[in-house]
Protein backbone atom coordinates (compact mmCIF):
# COMPACT_ATOMS: atom_id res chain seq x y z
CA UNK A 1 0.00 0.00 0.00
CA UNK A 2 1.17 3.65 -0.73
CA UNK A 3 -0.85 6.61 1.09
CA UNK A 4 -2.07 9.21 -1.47
CA UNK A 5 0.10 11.35 -3.38
CA UNK A 6 2.26 13.65 -0.91
CA UNK A 7 1.85 17.28 -0.79
CA UNK A 8 4.85 20.02 -1.70
CA UNK A 9 7.05 21.06 1.26
CA UNK A 10 8.05 23.79 1.89
CA UNK A 11 10.34 23.39 4.77
CA UNK A 12 13.71 25.28 4.88
CA UNK A 13 16.96 23.89 4.62
CA UNK A 14 18.35 22.24 7.60
CA UNK A 15 22.29 20.53 8.20
CA UNK A 16 22.29 17.64 10.57
CA UNK A 17 22.72 18.47 14.37
CA UNK A 18 23.98 16.70 16.93
CA UNK A 19 21.42 13.86 18.09
CA UNK A 20 18.51 14.51 20.89
CA UNK A 21 17.60 12.33 23.20
CA UNK A 22 14.68 9.94 22.58
CA UNK A 23 12.08 8.81 24.64
CA UNK A 24 13.66 6.22 25.53
CA UNK A 25 17.27 8.42 26.67
CA UNK A 26 19.15 6.97 24.20
CA UNK A 27 20.45 9.06 21.39
CA UNK A 28 19.59 8.06 17.55
CA UNK A 29 22.51 9.41 16.09
CA UNK A 30 22.41 11.90 12.88
CA UNK A 31 24.52 10.90 10.30
CA UNK A 32 27.37 13.19 8.56
CA UNK A 33 25.42 15.84 5.92
CA UNK A 34 25.67 15.43 2.44
CA UNK A 35 28.86 17.10 0.48
CA UNK A 36 26.49 17.03 -2.40
CA UNK A 37 23.28 19.09 -3.18
CA UNK A 38 20.10 18.76 -5.33
CA UNK A 39 21.63 21.27 -7.57
CA UNK A 40 24.71 19.45 -8.25
CA UNK A 41 22.26 16.60 -9.53
CA UNK A 42 19.18 17.91 -10.64
CA UNK A 43 20.37 20.39 -13.53
CA UNK A 44 18.40 21.88 -16.09
CA UNK A 45 20.21 19.98 -18.85
CA UNK A 46 19.26 16.31 -16.91
CA UNK A 47 15.17 17.89 -16.80
CA UNK A 48 15.29 19.58 -20.02
CA UNK A 49 16.42 15.97 -21.57
CA UNK A 50 13.83 13.54 -19.76
CA UNK A 51 10.95 15.49 -20.43
CA UNK A 52 11.72 16.10 -24.03
CA UNK A 53 8.52 15.08 -26.09
CA UNK A 54 6.52 15.02 -22.62
CA UNK A 55 2.93 15.13 -23.04
CA UNK A 56 1.77 18.67 -21.01
CA UNK A 57 0.69 22.04 -21.66
CA UNK A 58 0.52 23.21 -17.77
CA UNK A 59 3.55 23.24 -15.00
CA UNK A 60 4.00 21.50 -11.88
CA UNK A 61 6.86 20.56 -9.41
CA UNK A 62 8.80 18.05 -7.66
CA UNK A 63 10.78 18.70 -4.34
CA UNK A 64 13.02 17.15 -2.02
CA UNK A 65 11.94 15.52 1.70
CA UNK A 66 14.96 16.06 2.59
CA UNK A 67 14.94 20.00 3.08
CA UNK A 68 11.84 20.88 1.09
CA UNK A 69 13.36 22.40 -1.55
CA UNK A 70 12.25 22.76 -5.36
CA UNK A 71 13.92 19.65 -7.29
CA UNK A 72 12.48 20.54 -10.70
CA UNK A 73 9.26 22.24 -12.91
CA UNK A 74 7.72 19.17 -14.62
CA UNK A 75 4.83 19.09 -17.33
CA UNK A 76 1.54 18.57 -16.23
CA UNK A 77 -0.93 16.45 -18.70
CA UNK A 78 -4.52 17.42 -18.81
CA UNK A 79 -7.01 14.35 -19.59
CA UNK A 80 -7.53 15.24 -23.07
CA UNK A 81 -3.49 15.31 -23.10
CA UNK A 82 -3.45 11.90 -21.60
CA UNK A 83 -6.02 10.69 -24.41
CA UNK A 84 -3.26 12.23 -27.26
CA UNK A 85 -0.44 10.24 -25.01
CA UNK A 86 -3.12 6.86 -25.73
CA UNK A 87 -3.55 7.16 -29.25
CA UNK A 88 0.64 7.89 -29.77
CA UNK A 89 1.13 5.04 -27.65
CA UNK A 90 -1.62 2.33 -29.28
CA UNK A 91 0.14 3.66 -32.99
CA UNK A 92 3.25 2.45 -31.60
CA UNK A 93 2.19 -0.90 -29.69
CA UNK A 94 1.06 -2.03 -33.04
CA UNK A 95 4.62 -2.25 -34.41
CA UNK A 96 6.28 -2.95 -31.65
CA UNK A 97 4.25 -6.10 -30.85
CA UNK A 98 5.01 -7.55 -34.26
CA UNK A 99 8.73 -7.73 -33.38
CA UNK A 100 9.59 -11.18 -32.30
CA UNK A 101 9.45 -11.50 -28.52
CA UNK A 102 13.37 -12.30 -28.38
CA UNK A 103 13.98 -9.06 -29.74
CA UNK A 104 11.72 -7.36 -27.06
CA UNK A 105 13.63 -9.30 -24.30
CA UNK A 106 16.72 -8.36 -25.47
CA UNK A 107 16.13 -4.53 -24.70
CA UNK A 108 15.35 -6.15 -20.84
CA UNK A 109 18.78 -7.38 -20.98
CA UNK A 110 20.50 -4.36 -22.28
CA UNK A 111 18.72 -2.23 -20.07
CA UNK A 112 19.69 -4.35 -17.03
CA UNK A 113 23.66 -4.01 -17.78
CA UNK A 114 23.27 0.01 -18.35
CA UNK A 115 21.04 0.18 -15.12
CA UNK A 116 23.69 -1.13 -13.21
CA UNK A 117 26.34 0.84 -14.65
CA UNK A 118 24.66 3.82 -14.38
CA UNK A 119 23.33 2.77 -11.22
CA UNK A 120 24.58 6.13 -9.34
CA UNK A 121 22.46 8.61 -11.02
CA UNK A 122 19.51 6.73 -10.63
CA UNK A 123 20.59 6.62 -6.58
CA UNK A 124 20.82 10.55 -6.46
CA UNK A 125 17.27 10.59 -7.67
CA UNK A 126 15.88 8.63 -5.58
CA UNK A 127 17.06 9.59 -2.36
CA UNK A 128 16.02 13.42 -3.12
CA UNK A 129 12.73 12.23 -4.41
CA UNK A 130 11.93 10.16 -1.48
CA UNK A 131 14.40 10.69 1.53
CA UNK A 132 15.44 7.34 1.63
CA UNK A 133 19.21 5.98 2.61
CA UNK A 134 20.96 5.06 -0.03
CA UNK A 135 21.26 0.96 0.30
CA UNK A 136 17.52 1.59 0.76
CA UNK A 137 17.42 2.84 -2.79
CA UNK A 138 19.79 0.63 -3.98
CA UNK A 139 17.18 -2.34 -3.15
CA UNK A 140 15.38 -0.79 -5.60
CA UNK A 141 18.20 -0.91 -8.37
CA UNK A 142 18.87 -4.42 -7.40
CA UNK A 143 15.08 -5.55 -7.99
CA UNK A 144 14.41 -3.84 -11.25
CA UNK A 145 18.11 -5.82 -12.29
CA UNK A 146 16.72 -9.14 -10.81
CA UNK A 147 13.09 -8.19 -13.16
CA UNK A 148 14.98 -7.08 -16.51
CA UNK A 149 17.36 -10.04 -16.07
CA UNK A 150 14.15 -12.44 -15.14
CA UNK A 151 11.94 -11.57 -17.77
CA UNK A 152 14.79 -10.74 -20.47
CA UNK A 153 15.27 -14.20 -20.45
CA UNK A 154 12.11 -16.04 -19.67
CA UNK A 155 9.47 -14.04 -21.81
CA UNK A 156 10.19 -15.73 -24.93
CA UNK A 157 8.92 -19.05 -23.08
CA UNK A 158 6.27 -17.64 -21.20
CA UNK A 159 4.72 -16.18 -24.43
CA UNK A 160 6.00 -19.30 -26.33
CA UNK A 161 2.51 -20.59 -28.25
CA UNK A 162 1.88 -24.17 -26.68
CA UNK A 163 -0.13 -27.29 -28.12
CA UNK A 164 -2.60 -28.89 -25.48
CA UNK A 165 -4.66 -31.93 -25.84
CA UNK A 166 -7.96 -31.25 -28.05
CA UNK A 167 -11.72 -32.92 -26.88
CA UNK A 168 -10.78 -35.34 -29.33
CA UNK A 169 -6.80 -36.67 -28.94
CA UNK A 170 -5.55 -37.11 -32.74
CA UNK A 171 -8.61 -35.70 -34.36
CA UNK A 172 -8.57 -32.10 -32.35
CA UNK A 173 -5.54 -30.39 -32.61
CA UNK A 174 -5.05 -27.45 -30.10
CA UNK A 175 -2.82 -24.25 -29.53
CA UNK A 176 -2.71 -21.97 -27.31
CA UNK A 177 -1.40 -18.31 -28.45
CA UNK A 178 -0.64 -14.88 -26.12
CA UNK A 179 -1.35 -11.86 -27.22
CA UNK A 180 -0.63 -8.11 -25.80
CA UNK A 181 -3.10 -6.45 -24.11
CA UNK A 182 -2.59 -3.25 -26.36
CA UNK A 183 -1.95 0.02 -24.16
CA UNK A 184 -1.38 -0.84 -20.79
CA UNK A 185 -2.68 2.22 -18.03
CA UNK A 186 0.36 2.20 -14.79
CA UNK A 187 -0.23 4.46 -12.06
CA UNK A 188 3.23 4.00 -10.02
CA UNK A 189 3.58 5.26 -5.99
CA UNK A 190 5.70 7.66 -4.60
CA UNK A 191 7.65 5.02 -2.26
CA UNK A 192 9.38 3.34 -4.47
CA UNK A 193 9.86 5.27 -7.61
CA UNK A 194 12.17 2.75 -9.90
CA UNK A 195 10.73 -0.74 -9.01
CA UNK A 196 7.35 0.13 -8.93
CA UNK A 197 7.69 2.02 -12.34
CA UNK A 198 9.90 0.61 -14.20
CA UNK A 199 10.08 -2.87 -12.98
CA UNK A 200 6.14 -3.37 -12.95
CA UNK A 201 6.35 -1.98 -17.05
CA UNK A 202 9.11 -4.55 -17.89
CA UNK A 203 7.11 -7.30 -18.32
CA UNK A 204 4.18 -5.66 -20.06
CA UNK A 205 6.63 -4.41 -22.67
CA UNK A 206 8.17 -7.73 -23.18
CA UNK A 207 4.69 -9.15 -23.74
CA UNK A 208 4.17 -6.32 -26.71
CA UNK A 209 2.68 -3.61 -25.14
CA UNK A 210 2.49 -0.19 -24.30
CA UNK A 211 2.35 1.49 -21.34
CA UNK A 212 0.77 4.67 -20.09
CA UNK A 213 2.04 5.44 -16.99
CA UNK A 214 1.11 8.10 -14.61
CA UNK A 215 4.09 8.18 -11.72
CA UNK A 216 3.48 10.62 -8.52
CA UNK A 217 4.58 13.67 -9.41
CA UNK A 218 6.98 14.10 -6.91
CA UNK A 219 9.15 11.02 -7.39
CA UNK A 220 8.35 11.63 -11.45
CA UNK A 221 12.19 12.40 -12.18
CA UNK A 222 12.94 8.97 -11.36
CA UNK A 223 10.86 7.43 -13.95
CA UNK A 224 11.81 9.67 -16.22
CA UNK A 225 14.95 8.45 -15.97
CA UNK A 226 14.34 4.76 -16.39
CA UNK A 227 12.45 5.85 -19.31
CA UNK A 228 15.45 7.57 -20.80
CA UNK A 229 17.72 4.73 -20.26
CA UNK A 230 15.09 1.92 -21.60
CA UNK A 231 14.57 4.14 -24.60
CA UNK A 232 18.25 3.59 -24.92
CA UNK A 233 18.46 0.08 -24.65
CA UNK A 234 16.19 -0.31 -27.72
CA UNK A 235 12.71 0.48 -26.33
CA UNK A 236 10.89 2.90 -29.03
CA UNK A 237 9.96 6.19 -27.36
CA UNK A 238 6.64 5.96 -28.09
CA UNK A 239 6.00 2.93 -26.48
CA UNK A 240 6.20 4.01 -23.17
CA UNK A 241 4.41 7.63 -22.53
CA UNK A 242 4.45 9.30 -19.25
CA UNK A 243 1.75 11.67 -18.29
CA UNK A 244 2.21 13.78 -14.78
CA UNK A 245 -0.46 15.58 -13.00
CA UNK A 246 -2.75 15.38 -10.20
CA UNK A 247 -3.84 11.44 -9.27
CA UNK A 248 -7.83 13.20 -9.43
CA UNK A 249 -7.49 14.08 -12.55
CA UNK A 250 -5.48 12.37 -14.56
CA UNK A 251 -5.70 8.85 -12.45
CA UNK A 252 -9.39 8.76 -13.99
CA UNK A 253 -8.46 9.38 -17.88
CA UNK A 254 -5.32 6.83 -17.30
CA UNK A 255 -7.88 4.25 -16.48
CA UNK A 256 -10.61 5.48 -18.93
CA UNK A 257 -8.47 4.66 -21.62
CA UNK A 258 -6.46 1.58 -21.00
CA UNK A 259 -6.59 -2.26 -21.99
CA UNK A 260 -5.04 -3.20 -18.63
CA UNK A 261 -4.50 -1.29 -15.51
CA UNK A 262 -1.68 -1.92 -12.82
CA UNK A 263 -1.92 -0.05 -10.11
CA UNK A 264 -0.44 0.14 -6.46
CA UNK A 265 -1.02 2.57 -4.28
CA UNK A 266 -4.35 2.61 -1.12
CA UNK A 267 -6.79 0.27 -0.66
CA UNK A 268 -9.49 3.21 -1.28
CA UNK A 269 -7.53 4.24 -4.63
CA UNK A 270 -7.56 1.06 -5.50
CA UNK A 271 -11.05 0.20 -5.23
CA UNK A 272 -12.11 3.07 -7.16
CA UNK A 273 -9.88 1.91 -10.11
CA UNK A 274 -11.19 -1.37 -9.84
CA UNK A 275 -14.59 -0.15 -9.97
CA UNK A 276 -14.33 2.09 -12.97
CA UNK A 277 -12.08 -0.32 -14.76
CA UNK A 278 -15.01 -3.43 -13.74
CA UNK A 279 -17.49 -0.66 -15.62
CA UNK A 280 -15.47 -0.91 -18.58
CA UNK A 281 -15.07 -4.62 -18.52
CA UNK A 282 -10.94 -3.88 -18.07
CA UNK A 283 -8.98 -6.10 -15.90
CA UNK A 284 -6.47 -5.09 -13.02
CA UNK A 285 -3.82 -5.80 -10.97
CA UNK A 286 -3.67 -3.78 -7.35
CA UNK A 287 -1.19 -4.20 -4.86
CA UNK A 288 -2.57 -2.39 -1.85
CA UNK A 289 -2.27 -2.16 1.94
CA UNK A 290 -0.60 -4.24 4.46
CA UNK A 291 -0.51 -4.22 7.84
CA UNK A 292 2.38 -7.12 8.30
CA UNK A 293 2.96 -9.59 10.86
CA UNK A 294 6.36 -10.74 11.81
CA UNK A 295 6.43 -13.97 14.25
CA UNK A 296 9.37 -15.08 16.40
CA UNK A 297 8.51 -18.35 17.34
CA UNK A 298 10.19 -19.57 21.07
CA UNK A 299 13.58 -21.05 18.99
CA UNK A 300 14.36 -18.82 17.43
CA UNK A 301 17.75 -17.35 17.26
CA UNK A 302 17.24 -14.45 18.98
CA UNK A 303 20.13 -12.03 17.63
CA UNK A 304 19.48 -13.24 14.04
CA UNK A 305 15.99 -12.32 14.54
CA UNK A 306 16.54 -8.87 16.14
CA UNK A 307 18.79 -7.61 13.31
CA UNK A 308 15.95 -9.44 10.64
CA UNK A 309 13.39 -7.10 12.74
CA UNK A 310 15.41 -3.85 12.23
CA UNK A 311 15.87 -4.38 9.00
CA UNK A 312 12.46 -5.84 8.00
CA UNK A 313 10.41 -3.08 9.78
CA UNK A 314 12.96 0.37 9.37
CA UNK A 315 13.99 0.35 5.90
CA UNK A 316 12.51 3.04 3.65
CA UNK A 317 11.84 4.31 7.20
CA UNK A 318 8.96 1.89 6.94
CA UNK A 319 7.65 3.37 4.06
CA UNK A 320 7.61 0.17 2.51
CA UNK A 321 4.48 -1.81 1.69
CA UNK A 322 5.53 -5.10 2.81
CA UNK A 323 7.58 -3.97 5.54
CA UNK A 324 6.50 -4.95 8.97
CA UNK A 325 4.56 -3.32 11.49
CA UNK A 326 3.30 -5.54 14.03
CA UNK A 327 5.76 -8.46 15.93
CA UNK A 328 5.03 -10.83 17.82
CA UNK A 329 7.30 -12.05 20.45
CA UNK A 330 6.86 -15.92 21.96
CA UNK A 331 7.11 -15.31 26.05
CA UNK A 332 9.81 -17.50 26.49
CA UNK A 333 12.48 -15.06 24.62
CA UNK A 334 10.48 -11.50 24.58
CA UNK A 335 12.72 -10.08 27.27
CA UNK A 336 15.88 -11.36 25.62
CA UNK A 337 14.60 -10.27 21.93
CA UNK A 338 13.80 -7.14 23.00
CA UNK A 339 16.68 -5.99 24.67
CA UNK A 340 18.49 -6.54 21.47
CA UNK A 341 16.14 -5.24 19.24
CA UNK A 342 15.84 -2.15 21.20
CA UNK A 343 19.34 -1.88 21.16
CA UNK A 344 19.47 -2.05 17.45
CA UNK A 345 16.58 0.29 16.56
CA UNK A 346 18.60 3.19 18.79
CA UNK A 347 21.69 2.71 17.13
CA UNK A 348 20.68 3.59 13.57
CA UNK A 349 22.33 6.20 12.26
CA UNK A 350 19.94 8.65 10.24
CA UNK A 351 20.95 11.32 7.52
CA UNK A 352 20.12 12.76 4.36
CA UNK A 353 23.51 12.28 2.25
CA UNK A 354 23.97 11.36 -1.32
CA UNK A 355 26.20 8.65 0.10
CA UNK A 356 26.06 5.26 1.83
CA UNK A 357 26.27 5.61 5.61
CA UNK A 358 22.99 6.51 7.37
CA UNK A 359 21.05 3.54 7.90
CA UNK A 360 17.11 5.37 7.54
CA UNK A 361 16.41 8.35 5.75
CA UNK A 362 13.36 10.54 5.82
CA UNK A 363 9.74 10.36 5.64
CA UNK A 364 8.60 11.36 2.11
CA UNK A 365 6.32 14.05 2.68
CA UNK A 366 4.42 16.46 5.65
CA UNK A 367 1.35 13.98 5.71
CA UNK A 368 3.26 11.03 6.32
CA UNK A 369 4.96 12.16 9.29
CA UNK A 370 1.61 14.05 10.64
CA UNK A 371 0.19 10.05 10.45
CA UNK A 372 3.48 9.10 12.27
CA UNK A 373 2.47 11.56 14.96
CA UNK A 374 -0.60 10.56 15.29
CA UNK A 375 -0.42 7.14 15.92
CA UNK A 376 2.80 7.18 17.98
CA UNK A 377 1.05 10.09 20.21
CA UNK A 378 -2.60 8.36 20.11
CA UNK A 379 -0.79 5.00 21.18
CA UNK A 380 0.80 6.92 24.49
CA UNK A 381 -1.93 8.70 25.50
CA UNK A 382 -3.94 5.69 25.65
CA UNK A 383 -1.44 3.74 27.58
CA UNK A 384 1.50 2.35 25.57
CA UNK A 385 4.85 2.68 26.46
CA UNK A 386 7.53 3.80 24.23
CA UNK A 387 10.74 1.63 24.09
CA UNK A 388 12.75 3.28 21.72
CA UNK A 389 12.30 6.47 19.29
CA UNK A 390 8.72 7.90 19.14
CA UNK A 391 10.15 11.52 18.34
CA UNK A 392 10.44 13.89 15.88
CA UNK A 393 13.94 14.95 14.52
CA UNK A 394 13.79 18.90 12.71
CA UNK A 395 17.81 18.75 13.91
CA UNK A 396 18.66 16.22 10.74
CA UNK A 397 15.65 17.44 8.29
CA UNK A 398 12.33 18.60 8.34
CA UNK A 399 10.64 15.05 8.00
CA UNK A 400 12.95 12.78 9.83
CA UNK A 401 11.05 11.17 12.47
CA UNK A 402 13.08 8.38 15.03
CA UNK A 403 12.94 4.87 14.27
CA UNK A 404 10.32 3.74 17.11
CA UNK A 405 9.37 0.44 19.09
CA UNK A 406 6.51 0.69 20.54
CA UNK A 407 5.02 -1.81 23.65
CA UNK A 408 1.57 -2.59 24.97
CA UNK A 409 -0.59 -1.22 21.86
CA UNK A 410 -4.09 -2.38 22.36
CA UNK A 411 -7.22 -2.52 19.99
CA UNK A 412 -8.70 1.45 20.60
CA UNK A 413 -5.00 2.31 19.54
CA UNK A 414 -4.89 4.22 15.60
CA UNK A 415 -1.47 1.89 15.24
CA UNK A 416 -3.15 -1.28 16.04
CA UNK A 417 -5.55 -1.73 12.86
CA UNK A 418 -4.48 1.23 10.58
CA UNK A 419 -1.15 1.02 8.67
CA UNK A 420 0.93 3.47 9.68
CA UNK A 421 3.10 3.58 6.40
CA UNK A 422 6.47 4.86 8.76
CA UNK A 423 9.32 3.68 11.19
CA UNK A 424 6.64 2.34 13.57
CA UNK A 425 6.54 -1.08 14.82
CA UNK A 426 4.44 -2.62 17.57
CA UNK A 427 5.39 -5.49 19.95
CA UNK A 428 2.76 -8.25 21.37
CA UNK A 429 3.50 -11.41 23.40
CA UNK A 430 2.42 -14.28 22.97
CA UNK A 431 2.57 -18.07 24.75
CA UNK A 432 0.91 -20.30 22.04
CA UNK A 433 1.99 -20.85 18.28
CA UNK A 434 -2.19 -21.18 17.57
CA UNK A 435 -2.77 -17.63 19.45
CA UNK A 436 0.37 -16.05 17.17
CA UNK A 437 -1.01 -17.09 13.60
CA UNK A 438 -4.43 -16.06 14.83
CA UNK A 439 -3.64 -12.75 15.68
CA UNK A 440 -1.25 -12.45 12.79
CA UNK A 441 -4.12 -13.41 10.54
CA UNK A 442 -6.80 -10.77 12.80
CA UNK A 443 -6.91 -7.94 9.95
CA UNK A 444 -8.40 -7.25 6.78
CA UNK A 445 -5.18 -7.13 4.72
CA UNK A 446 -2.74 -10.26 3.37
CA UNK A 447 0.48 -8.72 1.76
CA UNK A 448 3.39 -10.50 3.80
CA UNK A 449 4.43 -12.24 7.08
CA UNK A 450 7.68 -13.47 8.21
CA UNK A 451 8.29 -16.34 10.66
CA UNK A 452 12.15 -16.50 12.65
CA UNK A 453 12.37 -20.40 13.95
CA UNK A 454 15.97 -22.41 13.84
CA UNK A 455 13.62 -25.24 12.39
CA UNK A 456 12.74 -24.36 8.81
CA UNK A 457 10.61 -27.38 8.44
CA UNK A 458 8.11 -26.00 11.22
CA UNK A 459 8.81 -22.25 9.68
CA UNK A 460 7.10 -23.59 6.52
CA UNK A 461 4.52 -25.01 8.42
CA UNK A 462 3.46 -21.99 10.14
CA UNK A 463 3.96 -19.79 6.89
CA UNK A 464 1.45 -22.31 5.01
CA UNK A 465 -1.25 -21.45 7.89
CA UNK A 466 -0.66 -17.60 7.11
CA UNK A 467 -3.18 -15.85 5.16
CA UNK A 468 -0.66 -13.23 3.61
CA UNK A 469 0.53 -13.32 -0.29
CA UNK A 470 4.32 -14.00 0.42
CA UNK A 471 5.81 -15.52 3.63
CA UNK A 472 9.15 -14.65 4.75
CA UNK A 473 10.35 -17.87 6.80
CA UNK A 474 13.90 -15.91 8.60
CA UNK A 475 13.76 -13.26 6.74
CA UNK A 476 11.65 -10.26 6.93
CA UNK A 477 10.63 -9.04 3.08
CA UNK A 478 13.57 -9.62 0.38
CA UNK A 479 14.01 -13.42 0.38
CA UNK A 480 10.31 -13.71 -1.17
CA UNK A 481 10.19 -10.65 -3.35
CA UNK A 482 13.29 -11.03 -4.54
CA UNK A 483 12.80 -14.66 -5.34
CA UNK A 484 10.92 -13.21 -9.32
CA UNK A 485 9.68 -16.24 -10.08
CA UNK A 486 7.06 -16.18 -7.66
CA UNK A 487 4.16 -14.56 -7.54
CA UNK A 488 3.82 -12.10 -5.43
CA UNK A 489 0.85 -9.75 -4.16
CA UNK A 490 -1.80 -9.73 -2.18
CA UNK A 491 -4.94 -11.30 -0.50
CA UNK A 492 -8.14 -9.69 0.92
CA UNK A 493 -8.27 -5.97 1.59
CA UNK A 494 -4.21 -6.19 0.21
CA UNK A 495 -5.16 -6.51 -3.46
CA UNK A 496 -5.99 -8.72 -6.58
CA UNK A 497 -3.55 -10.43 -9.16
CA UNK A 498 0.31 -10.68 -8.65
CA UNK A 499 3.88 -9.43 -10.01
CA UNK A 500 6.77 -11.68 -11.22
CA UNK A 501 6.38 -15.15 -12.33
CA UNK A 502 4.49 -16.22 -14.92
CA UNK A 503 1.79 -14.53 -13.46
CA UNK A 504 3.16 -10.89 -13.64
CA UNK A 505 3.92 -11.14 -17.59
CA UNK A 506 0.51 -13.18 -18.22
CA UNK A 507 -1.36 -10.63 -17.14
CA UNK A 508 -0.74 -8.55 -19.53
CA UNK A 509 -1.63 -10.63 -22.30
CA UNK A 510 -5.17 -11.91 -23.90
CA UNK A 511 -5.26 -16.07 -23.98
CA UNK A 512 -6.14 -17.10 -27.54
CA UNK A 513 -7.11 -21.40 -28.51
CA UNK A 514 -6.70 -21.81 -31.83
CA UNK A 515 -8.32 -25.85 -32.35
CA UNK A 516 -8.12 -27.62 -35.60
CA UNK A 517 -10.23 -30.51 -36.13
CA UNK A 518 -9.38 -33.18 -38.56
CA UNK A 519 -10.69 -36.11 -40.25
CA UNK A 520 -14.10 -36.49 -38.53
CA UNK A 521 -16.76 -33.52 -37.46
CA UNK A 522 -17.60 -32.71 -33.58
CA UNK A 523 -21.24 -33.68 -34.98
CA UNK A 524 -23.08 -37.22 -36.48
CA UNK A 525 -20.87 -38.45 -38.96
CA UNK A 526 -20.08 -42.03 -40.99
CA UNK A 527 -23.97 -42.95 -40.78
CA UNK A 528 -24.22 -42.19 -36.88
CA UNK A 529 -27.79 -41.28 -36.18
CA UNK A 530 -27.80 -39.33 -32.90
CA UNK A 531 -28.37 -41.85 -31.02
CA UNK A 532 -25.42 -44.18 -32.17
CA UNK A 533 -23.64 -41.08 -31.89
CA UNK A 534 -24.28 -40.02 -28.32
CA UNK A 535 -23.16 -43.93 -27.38
CA UNK A 536 -20.01 -43.66 -29.43
CA UNK A 537 -18.95 -40.28 -27.51
CA UNK A 538 -20.03 -41.81 -23.95
CA UNK A 539 -17.71 -44.66 -25.14
CA UNK A 540 -14.96 -42.54 -26.12
CA UNK A 541 -15.13 -40.57 -22.87
CA UNK A 542 -14.69 -43.99 -20.69
CA UNK A 543 -11.80 -45.07 -23.21
CA UNK A 544 -10.06 -41.31 -22.31
CA UNK A 545 -10.47 -41.74 -18.70
CA UNK A 546 -9.31 -45.58 -18.86
CA UNK A 547 -6.06 -44.25 -20.69
CA UNK A 548 -5.76 -41.00 -18.63
CA UNK A 549 -6.32 -38.39 -20.45
CA UNK A 550 -6.55 -35.14 -19.09
Known amino acids: ?208 NAVVMKPDTETALTALWARDLLIEAGLPAEVWQIVIGEGPVVGPAVVDHADYVSFTGSTRTGREVAQRAAFRLVGTSLELGGKNAMLVLEDADVDHAAEGAVRAAFSSAGQLCISIERLYVHDSIADAFLERFTARTRALRLGSALAYGADMGSLVSKRQLENVVRHVDDAV ?100 YGSVQSPMGGMGESGVGRRHGSEGILKYTEAQTVATQRLLPMAPSLGMDDAKYAAFMSASLRVMKAFRFR
Open 381 to 480: AKGAKVLAGGRARPDVGPLFYEPTVLEGVTAPMAVCGEETFGPVVSVYRFSDEDEAVALANATPYGLNSSVWTRNTRRGREVAARLRTGTVNVNEGYAAA
Open 1 to 208: MVPETPEALESPAVTAAPAAPTAAGNPVAAAPAAARTAADVVTGELVARLTRGLTGSGRTACHTPFTGEKLADLPESTPAEVAEAYARAREAQRTWAARPVRERAAVLLRFHDLLLARQSEVLDLVQLETGKARLHAHEEVQAVAVAARHYGRKAPAYLRPRNHTGAIPVLTRVRELRHPKGVVGQIAPWNYPLELSVGDALPAFAAG
